[in-house]
């Protein structure tokens, strides 16, 4: 008789690297999305500024995301 280790061990290896890379790229999306959303508030303060307005933002960092609140009062 053979002395095999059972399969579980190989599994369970594959399943932790299967989590880390679904937890890297959740962060990298969040990363990404937190940019994209900087450059869009950038825009529509730039916007409201030309046509003649006052931008008001408040801006809220939590751990990895930030939250926006955006007025423009003309």
């Not at 399943?15 to 450059?39: E, P, R, S, Y």
Request: net charge positive; hydrophobic share 45%; glycine share 10%.
């Amino acid at each position: 008789m053979v002395n095999e280790r059972p399969a579980g061990n190989k599994a369970g290896k594959l399943w932790i690297i299967i989590g880390l890379f679904i937890a890297v790229f959740g962060i990298g999306m969040t990363l990404m999305t937190n940019m994209l959303n900087d450059k869009k508030m950038d825009a529509m303060i730039q916007q409201c500024e030309s046509d003649g307005g006052q931008a008001i933002v408040a801006k809220e960092k939590n751990f990895l995301s930030t939250q926006y609140s955006f007025e423009c009062k003309q």
